[in-house]
């Protein structure tokens, strides 16, 4: 049986005359989480909106368990059960944390008014969304405005949303920045907890001790190309790696 859920093969990007990716290769497993780190401006989050739809490469191939995906639209990978993150947290400000769930969860009616409406009034459908908050720990934050949530329960929502699209594989965009060091730890136990029920996580991750903590295996991307693979040991002990963050010294000191 292969074990390969997402492969990613000879992958480019072009902006005009700027190159963001250039023939990255990898792959996800089955029941891993695998962290896709580099500094700023590496090509990390343009590599997401491409597994997620919202870029087509230039060139290069994507293969959702073996289907070709590159150039599906967001909503056709989502309803593939690809599911993701946003750096920046835009729930719906005004309506509950409760609501924001049952909207995620509507994605696969919204294609007809009626069906819509009838899915936002379904007595199954609420249970569904508080069963989602109930794993995200933000049951009791229900019936509260979105738009009143601390920071930490705002990544939990996001979380709480991609969940809501019943993901196999799902990508978390800076999911700790600007968290607080007990929230860390408690969303990093959520994600394990996600990946124990079979969904493959792909994550960026600013904060190298979370990331090496949390990945099975990582891929670093450098100026758009992949600098290196391999697990969190190699990786942090990787002479290209230490001096595409730091020009010289440990890797396990960039937070």
Request: glycine fraction near 10%; aromatic fraction near 6%; charged fraction near 25%.
């Amino acid at each position: 049986m292969n074990d390969v859920l997402v492969s990613v093969k000879n992958l480019s990007i072009n902006f005009g005359g700027l190159k963001a990716l250039d023939d990255v290769s990898f792959d996800i497993h089955h029941g891993e989480i695998l962290g896709l780190l580099g500094p700023n401006g590496a090509g990390k989050t343009t590599c997401f909106n491409m597994i997620s739809g919202v870029y087509e490469p230039t060139s290069g191939e994507i293969y959702l368990d073996g289907k070709r995906t590159d150039g599906f639209s967001p909503h056709k990978m989502a309803s593939l059960g690809v599911g993701r993150t946003f750096q920046v947290v835009k729930p719906f400000n005004g309506l509950t944390v409760e609501e924001n769930i049952i909207v995620a969860l509507g994605m696969p009616h919204y294609n007809r008014f009626f069906n819509s409406w009838r899915f936002w009034k379904s007595d199954k459908n609420r249970k569904a969304a508080q069963k989602i908050l109930d794993t995200v720990g933000l049951l009791k934050e229900a019936d509260t405005k979105a738009g009143l949530l601390p920071l930490g329960n705002l990544r939990k929502l996001e979380i709480a949303r991609a969940l809501a699209l019943q993901p196999r594989l799902l990508l978390l965009d800076e999911s700790f920045s600007g968290l607080r060091h007990e929230e860390i730890q408690i969303i990093e136990d959520l994600i394990r907890s996600i990946r124990d029920t079979g969904v493959c996580i792909l994550l960026i991750e600013h904060n190298m001790r979370v990331a090496m903590g949390l990945s099975s295996r990582i891929v670093v991307l450098n100026h758009g190309r992949k600098l290196a693979e391999g697990t969190p040991e190699e990786v942090s002990s990787n002479p290209e790696v230490i001096e595409a963050y730091l020009g010289k010294g440990d890797i396990s000191h960039v937070a």
